[in-house]
Each structure stands twice: as structure tokens, then as C-alpha cells.
């Protein structure tokens, strides 16, 4: 469990900053 939430988290934080940075410019 623990790892699974690790995988997760550090997907999640790799693939936020494109996203947001993309909305931003966007924007």
C-alpha cells in the first residue's frame, strides 16, 4: 500500500506540473 501510494504520488507530482504549466500557457 504504502509504495502503491508512492507510485501514485510521484506520478501524479511528474505529471501536475506539465498539465498545469500547459493551462497556464494556455491561458
Known sequence: ???NATSLS???G???P???MNYL???
Open 1 to 3: 500500500m504504502k509504495q
Open 10 to 12: 510521484r506520478t501524479a
Open 14 to 16: 511528474e505529471i501536475s
Open 25 to 27: 500557457n494556455s491561458r
Open 18 to 20: 506539465l498539465p498545469k
